[in-house]
């Protein structure tokens, strides 16, 4: 291997540092807020919602499959938990929040699984009709109206706690978000049950043939899934401190970019939560910097969306390439 060969293989591992490092000197030069300490407490409130979402797309992803839910679970999950603080206890209703988010998303891998969905595309459109169920859920519950916390007669030092405290210098969020990566990336690189998943994602009748457990991988990273969209939606309404009906609106789109731009393989089988971290801060980052540039959000949809095809083309590229 020539040192030209080297050095396109390493820019190609590295893509999205690469546009990380562009986003930022282009984006600083250009609008000088961007560096100030307002914008960067803003782009880490950005950051902390999809990042939870992202993670447990990953898996979905990883797994061989897509998972369109996460809106309507989101949305649900964030109408419920709040409504439910007056009647439990703030405590009891962040458990209860999280449960309910890992209970549909265990719902939906167990109706693909007798569905016999064991297509990305079946996923797609199965997922996508449970995620306007339960957004009509949410809605019917609050009857389209927003719910706000400031309405609320329990304390919320809990959730007010997950939204704006600090751990030292460290926010909440974020040390919540570094324990569900850790946890994510051991289980997935360093377990059986982790290694099922890739081995599944990556060629479903071999892994049947071996004797790895698909079906039960397939409910599993569903549910995942499921329990990190309801931590990401309690991230979210923590810091708005309003529940909104259709909250987990676009955080689909967003998530799947940032696991594809982050280098998890749409064909399943190959990925890693480490790398989709850099996928959502770039994510992040562009809607930031779009933001400040003046660019409307017509623009903005745009631009992820050509984006989003161009990380699919250089996935299938590599893939062909590769000899896959």
């Known amino acids: 291997m020539n040192m030209g060969t080297k050095i396109k293989k390493i820019l190609l591992e590295y893509l999205v540092l690469v546009f990380i490092v562009i986003l930022v000197i282009v984006t600083a030069i250009a609008e000088p ?3 100030t300490s307002a914008n960067l407490n803003n782009i880490l409130r950005q950051f902390g919602p999809l990042s939870f979402v992202a993670l447990g797309m990953t898996f979905v992803i990883i797994g061989g499959y897509i998972d369109l839910s996460v809106v309507g679970i989101m949305s649900l999950v964030t109408v419920v938990t709040v409504s439910l603080i007056d009647v439990t206890g703030q405590v009891v209703a962040l458990i209860a929040g999280i449960v309910m988010g890992a ?29 306007m169920l339960y957004g009509a859920a949410a809605l019917i519950f609050t009857a389209g109206g927003t719910l706000h916390m400031s309405w609320l007669t329990t304390p919320q030092t809990v959730f007010a706690a997950i939204g704006s405290g600090n751990i030292g210098f460290i926010s909440v ?18 377990t059986h049950q982790g290694m099922a998943i890739r081995i599944a994602g990556g060629n479903k009748m071999a892994g049947e043939l071996s004797g790895v457990p698909v079906n039960r991988s397939l409910v599993l990273i569903y549910m995942l899934s499921g329990l990190m969209a309801a931590i990401g939606a309690i991230v979210l309404f923590s810091r708005t ?28 089988g190959y990925g890693n939560v480490l790398r989709t971290v850099l996928g959502v801060l770039l994510v992040t980052l ?3 910097c779009l933001d400040l540039l003046s660019v409307t959000t017509y623009y903005q949809t745009v631009f992820k969306g050509s984006i989003l ?16």
Not at 110 to 130: E, S
Not at 175 to 190: G, P
Not at 241 to 268: D, F, H, Q, R, W
Not at 309 to 324: F, S
């Open 33 to 35: 807020k961007f560096m």
């Open 173 to 190: 969020s974020f040390v919540v978000f570094l324990v569900c990566l850790i946890v994510l990336h051991t289980f997935l690189s360093a």
């Open 286 to 288: 562009m809607a930031n």
């Open 241 to 268: 401190t309003m529940a909104n009906p259709a909250a987990g609106k676009g955080y689909e789109l967003n998530a799947i970019l940032a696991v594809v731009l982050g280098g998890t393989s749409l064909k399943g």
């Open 103 to 131: 209970a549909m998303g265990l719902f939906n891998g167990l109706l693909l699984l007798a569905g016999g969905a064991n297509t990305q595309a079946k996923a797609l459109f199965i997922t996508y009709g449970m995620s």
């Open 309 to 324: 095809v161009m990380a699919i083309w250089l996935d299938n590229r590599n893939k062909q390439q590769g000899g896959e």
